[in-house]
C-alpha cells in the first residue's frame, strides 16, 4: 500500500468529493496512516495461541556488517554503527532468523518485541494465503472462480468476468490504482468499505493488465469471508494465527458501518509472530509436521508468472523484484524487458507494506528478516535485505 505526501495536497479535493460518509473529513483530521492507526479504526482481536511457538535464539547477537556495505538509501547516513543507525534510519524492530534461530534481535525508537504496529500492505499476503486454504478446503472452487459468485452486484456489469485470480494477481482491471493517493486514502477511512467497493469500476479487460490495487485484496478478503460463512478475523485466527503459535495478541481494522475487515493493510502485530508467517512459507507450507498450505500455493509465492497480464515481480501478495535494477518498481510494469534470465533464478521474496514494513524470505540461505519501522527512512529495504543475506552468508 503506497502512500506520500501527496495526500496532503488532496485532502480539499477529497472533502468536496468524499463529504459523504464523512471521510474527505477524516482524511483531513487523520492524515497520512501511522503505524498506531489500530488506534483510530474499529478492530477486530486476534487472540494469542494457547501454544505460542519460540524461535531458538543465540545469547548474543551475530555482528551485522557494516551498514554501508549492504544499505541502499537515497540519503548518507552518519551514524558510526548499527544500532544508530536503525535509530536513524526508523526502525522499531529488526530480526535476522536463521536456520529457524534468532541470530540478531533489535528493537528502536521505543518499541518493544511486544509492541503492535499495523505492517499495512503486508496484510495482503496473509489475505492471499487464507485465499489459499479456502481453495484447498473447497470453499472458494479454484482460482478461476468468478467473483461475482460472491459479490453478485458484480455479476450485472464488466465486473463480471474477474476471478479470484485477478485479485491475486493483480488484474482485475478495476479503476483503482494506489498510485491514486485519493482514492486509496478513501478507500483507507472509508466508514463504508462495502458501498465504495460497489461503486468502483473498470478501466481493462481483467487478466490483461498488472495495476497495484489494494482494491483487489479489499474484495479478495469479502469473497473469503463470504465463502467462508465467518469473519475474516476469525477465519485468520483459526487457520494461520493459532496453529503458527502466534505469542501475541493481533488486531485487524475494520469499517466503522459495515464492519468489514481491512483485508488489504489492517493488520497489527509484532515482528516476532511476523517472521513465523514468514516461516511457513520458507518450509513451503508445512509448520512442524502439519500442512497449513499446500506446497504448490507456498510454491508460488517464489515464481514468477508473467501469463493473463501478471507481472513476473509480483505472485499472490509477495514481491519478487529484489535483485532489479531499477528501484521504482512501476517503471517497469508495462513495456520493459524481463531481467536476465540467470537473475531470474533468485528466489527470494517479500511481503511489504507501508513505511518500510518487510517480511523478506531467502529460501538459498535459508533466512527470514523481518524489519518494522514508523518510516521507511528512504531506503530500499528489500534489495537491501538481499544483499545483507548474501554478506551474511
Not at 4 to 31: D, E
Not at 93 to 120: K, M, P, W
Request: aromatic share 12%; with cysteine.
Amino acid at each position: 500500500m503506497k502512500f506520500s505526501c501527496k495526500l496532503l495536497l488532496h485532502v480539499l479535493v477529497c472533502l468536496i468529493f468524499s463529504a459523504c460518509n464523512g471521510t474527505g473529513a477524516r482524511i483531513i483530521f487523520k492524515n497520512a496512516p501511522n503505524v498506531t492507526d489500530y488506534q483510530i479504526f474499529d478492530n477486530d482481536s486476534l487472540k494469542a495461541s494457547e501454544q505460542p511457538f519460540h524461535f531458538k535464539k543465540r545469547v548474543d547477537n551475530i555482528d551485522i556488517p557494516d551498514y554501508r556495505q549492504w544499505i541502499m538509501a537515497k540519503n548518507d547516513f552518519k551514524a558510526d554503527d548499527f544500532d544508530t543507525f536503525l535509530e536513524e534510519s526508523k526502525t522499531a524492530a529488526f530480526l535476522v532468523i536463521r536456520n529457524d534461530s534468532i541470530v540478531y534481535e533489535s528493537y528502536h525508537n521505543g518499541y518493544t518485541s511486544d509492541s503492535l504496529l499495523q505492517v499495512f500492505s503486508v496484510t495482503k499476503a496473509f489475505t492471499t494465503t487464507l485465499a489459499g486454504i479456502a481453495i484447498d478446503e473447497g470453499k472458494i472452487k479454484s482460482i478461476d472462480q468468478p467473483v461475482s459468485d460472491f459479490i453478485p452486484e458484480f455479476a450485472d456489469d464488466e465486473r463480471k468476468d474477474i476471478r479470484i485470480k485477478d485479485l491475486l494477481q493483480m488484474t482485475s482491471g478495476l479503476k483503482f490504482n494506489d498510485d491514486r493517493v485519493l482514492r486509496l486514502g478513501r478507500l483507507y477511512y472509508n466508514k463504508e468499505a462495502l458501498h465504495f467497493m460497489h461503486k468502483t469500476k473498470m478501466k481493462y479487460e481483467p487478466a490483461t493488465h498488472f495495476d497495484y490495487s489494494s482494491m483487489t485484496s479489499q474484495i479478495l478478503g469479502v469473497c473469503i469471508e463470504r465463502a467462508c460463512g465467518q469473519s475474516y478475523t476469525s477465519y485468520l485466527q483459526e487457520k494461520l494465527w493459532s496453529p503458527l503459535g502466534m505469542e501475541y495478541d493481533g488486531l485487524v481494522n475494520v469499517s466503522k458501518r459495515d464492519r468489514v475487515a481491512q483485508s488489504f493493510g489492517g493488520l497489527s502485530t509484532n515482528a516476532l509472530d511476523l517472521a513465523k508467517f514468514g516461516r511457513l512459507y520458507l518450509n513451503k507450507g508445512q509448520w512442524n509436521g502439519a500442512e497449513i498450505i499446500s506446497d504448490e500455493w507456498a510454491h508460488a509465492a517464489s515464481e514468477r508468472d508473467t501469463t493473463e497480464g501478471s507481472w513476473w515481480a509480483y505472485n499472490q501478495g509477495f514481491w519478487l523484484h529484489s535483485f532489479a535494477e531499477k528501484d521504482d518498481y512501476y517503471k517497469d510494469i508495462h513495456g520493459d524487458p524481463i531481467p536476465d534470465p540467470k537473475v531470474l533464478k533468485m528466489r527470494d521474496f517479500t511481503a511489504a507494506g507501508y513505511r518500510g514494513q518487510m517480511v523478506y524470505i531467502n529460501p538459498d540461505y535459508n533466512m527470514i528478516i523481518v524489519r518494522l519501522g514508523i518510516a521507511e527512512g528512504d531506503i530500499v529495504w528489500n534489495k537491501s535485505l538481499l544483499k545483507l543475506c548474501e554478506l551474511l552468508n
